[in-house]
């Protein structure tokens, strides 16, 4: 296979434009989360102008999390993105141990969790019978698997136009919550946080972050994009820009219509602001935009989280048949499938729970925050040990700015253990059993 500048015949080829990268960022992030995660903040802040600060300081952490992640895009561009930073950073075996966890929880969890999410929308529209959610779930993984192995240009383009759909459909809550008068009958049914909101900004700070977590998939394009790596800052701060404006306005949305009040008291926001609003016809709407929302960051998930499988392959002989990149496709067909199949066994394990949305946030949060704690220590590291290498891109204020990146995900990992139930416990169970295969297979 000849070679020049790292780039072989079977090997990932800068494809992607800017207008790709920001597409395949922003569907990650802005998915089915924003329609579960304000009633939870909400309770938690007490006011309406501590709860849009709360949104506002957390696209504040995560443009500082993209800075970070800038200097580590523009001076080391991978398709193995963390993996490959962590691999400079701190050896072979630490960096197997973060493949390892992508494979069997990080990835492949939020992959089933958001498929999960999916089939919780759809249900109540066509049922299935007892395991309808994990039903639909599992189709879901099989088709877009199915689509992004057909090629990059293929599950990229299928990106866009469920990008367009979500974005019309956030658009059409976004209006109708400014522009249409509420029903007072229809709110005075709604319930009301009983003796108000407290406050708690840490907590609900947790949960804004969870909200914009996903924008560190960038890291696993930065190969990949037909500009060069240097625009991977370009990329990045776009990306948390254009996430915050929407979630900024679709907040803003649910407080005129609702209140501080009957946000706090709401299972499902997105729900009850278009069924005071629109009516049921409304809520048959809701349902469908939080179902494409969710198959957004699906794809994009997807599409991102075959390339760690796929620099596992390139780097450890016993798992080579991953590390082979169809140039047909420009796609890791192989480490797709591995993805799809992980993700399936997940739902199975979801669907015997009986709750798989939340058996998946608890499996796999203390691990990913465990991970994206240690990619930014390796930016101190990395400048320690590499500090005659070429720097296209140095995050501004350094070292103020990762000790702030650091201090957030240190937290997150703190509240994951702490908040969530038995499957956290799994979820390290799993992460030390890969610590075990790695000795065996060395």
Not at 8 to 27: E, Y
Not at 226 to 248: D, E, P
Request: glycine share 12%; hydrophobic share 55%; aromatic share 12%.
């Amino acid at each position: 296979m000849k070679e020049g500048n790292g780039v072989g015949k079977d090997s990932p080829k800068p494809v992607l434009r800017i207008v790709d990268a920001v597409v395949i960022i922003v569907g990650i992030v802005v998915g089915a989360g924003i329609f579960r995660t304000p009633s939870l903040i909400a309770a938690n802040t007490g006011s309406w102008e501590l709860f849009l600060s709360t949104w506002l300081l957390g696209g504040l952490v995560s443009l500082i999390g993209a800075l970070c992640y800038a200097e580590l895009t523009t001076t080391f561009p991978n398709t193995g993105g963390d993996y490959h930073f962590l691999m400079r950073a701190f050896g072979k075996r630490f960096a197997f141990l973060f493949a390892w966890a992508r494979v069997s929880v990080i990835q492949t969890g939020s992959i089933a969790l958001l498929a999960y999410i999916v089939g919780d929308y759809i249900s109540p529209l066509y049922q299935l019978g007892t395991y309808s959610p994990a039903i639909y779930a599992s189709l879901v993984v099989i088709v877009l698997t199915t689509i992004n192995i057909v090629g990059v240009k293929f599950g990229t383009g299928t990106q866009k136009i469920l990008l367009a759909i979500q974005f019309a459909g956030l658009l059409l809550v976004a209006i109708v919550g400014f522009f249409i008068t509420p029903s007072p009958t229809a709110l005075a049914e709604l319930p009301v946080a009983g003796g108000g909101t407290g406050t708690a900004l840490g907590l609900a700070m947790v949960f804004v972050l969870l909200t914009f977590g996903g924008w560190n998939e960038a890291g696993y394009i930065s190969a990949e994009l037909r500009a060069g790596s240097r625009k991977m800052v370009q990329v990045l701060v776009i990306s948390v820009l254009v996430i915050t404006a929407i979630y900024l306005l679709i907040n803003g949305a649910f407080l005129r219509v609702l209140g501080m009040d009957r946000m706090a008291a709401s299972d499902a926001v997105g729900v009850d602001l278009m069924r005071v609003t629109l009516g049921e016809p409304g809520v048959f709407i809701i349902g469908v935009l939080v179902a494409l929302a969710a198959l957004t960051s699906v794809n994009a998930t997807i599409f991102t989280g075959a390339r760690t499988n796929y620099a596992l392959g390139r780097d450890f002989k016993a798992f080579a048949w991953l590390g082979k990149w169809h140039d047909r496709t420009s796609s890791p067909i192989h480490a797709l499938l591995i993805q799809g199949i992980v993700a399936l066994v997940l739902i199975g394990f979801g669907a015997m729970t009986r709750d798989g949305f939340q058996s998946m946030v608890d499996f796999t949060a203390p691990v990913f925050w465990f991970f994206f704690l240690a990619i930014g220590v390796s930016l101190v590291v990395l400048r320690m040990k590499k500090p005659d290498t070429p720097r296209p891109f140095r995050v501004p204020l350094y070292p103020v700015t990762p000790v702030i990146f650091c201090g957030s995900c240190a937290y997150l990992l703190y509240s994951s253990l702490m908040y969530t139930g038995i499957g956290a416990l799994v979820g390290v169970g799993v992460l030390l059993l890969g610590m075990l295969f790695f000795f065996v297979i060395r």
